[in-house]
């Protein structure tokens, strides 16, 4: 554990630059770099280096009121290929990027509701494809709103510009066949991030998402239940370092084993990933997007309740 306290060290002192010169966040998270404050992006608004998107799990939210000058994610359409189960590739993610205005060295923050689910899973989606200037406004939509701070309907228009998109970087992604092979893998931690009852299998008091649904019920053999929802504080920002640690710690979950998240489709899997793989500085935590929807409909495959 020394060892890791060093290397977090290491990262901020290499991030330290970037941090000091506009962040206000905790400096206790291993790169704090990754989140910006309400009042930050509000001074921003009118920066042309600084890109707000707004990400939802509700899509309809950006046209009742958004951040000025920030434009919409639709998860449902702009990042999904529609032919194929996964996401859109090199392509069209730089055509994405041209459509919005954004350059390579664009600093991108990220924000939507739920306490952030679709920002944290933009943000791990745009790491894949090798955009590094990428934030979080911590607390999201409604930390925002609490605030009373400015929204409008007035969509934005971007003049288009060329941006270079890399192959995407799937070490950060896990497939169904890599968690099969992780089942009796003991350097392997499995995290169910789904709440208790969608863990259990009692389906009596689970949330119905009919475009998330599974015919069984239950979770991955060997998984811990780790809520997304015990990251984050009541006005939607996250934690501590210290609070987080011992929450992860306390279900075994340390930065010495690989760390797999899952839900049902990924983006409150993402929320976690965000916060062990950024905030906390594991090293090796992967995203299961797949999650419970593609798990609990193959045939074959192990289930516990």
Not at 116 to 129: E, G, H, I, Q
Not at 234 to 259: H, M, Q, W
Request: proline share 5%; charged share 25%; hydrophobic share 35%.
């Amino acid at each position: 554990m020394a060892e890791f306290k060093a290397a977090i060290f290491d990262k901020k002192t290499e991030a330290s630059t970037e941090t000091t010169e506009y962040l206000r966040v905790s400096s206790d998270y291993a790169y704090p770099d990754v989140l910006v404050e309400t009042d930050w992006v509000a001074e921003h608004l009118s920066d042309p280096a600084v890109r707000v998107i707004e990400a939802d799990e509700d899509i309809v939210l950006y046209e009742v009121g958004h951040i000025p000058g920030a434009v919409k994610l639709d998860w449902q359409v702009d990042v999904q290929d529609h032919i194929n189960r996964d996401f859109i590739d090199q392509q069209g993610f730089a055509q994405l990027m041209s459509r919005w205005g954004i350059t390579n060295d664009t600093i991108l923050v990220f924000y939507g509701d739920k306490n952030n689910w679709y920002a944290c899973y933009s943000f791990w989606l745009f790491s894949m494809y090798g955009h590094t200037k990428l934030k979080v406004m911590n607390g999201g939509r409604a930390k925002w709103e609490a605030e009373r701070r400015p929204l409008t309907r007035e969509a934005p228009h971007y003049e288009a510009c060329v941006y270079h998109a890399q192959v995407p970087d799937e070490s950060i992604r896990a497939f169904r066949n890599d968690v099969i092979a992780g089942l009796k893998n003991p350097g392997r931690s499995l995290v169910d991030v789904r709440s208790q009852p969608e863990y259990t299998g009692d389906l009596c008091h689970v949330v119905n998402y009919p475009q998330e649904e599974a015919q069984r019920s239950g979770h991955i053999p060997g998984a811990r239940n780790i809520p997304w929802s015990s990251a984050t504080n009541e006005d939607g920002t996250f934690k501590s370092a210290e609070e987080l640690r011992r929450i992860y710690s306390g279900k075994d979950i340390t930065p010495d084993n690989e760390v797999v998240t899952y839900c049902r489709i990924g983006e409150r899997a993402a929320h976690s990933w965000f916060v062990l793989a950024k905030l906390l500085g594991y090293p090796r935590v992967r995203n299961y997007d797949g999650s419970w929807t593609e798990w609990g409909n193959v045939v074959g495959l192990p289930i516990e309740k």
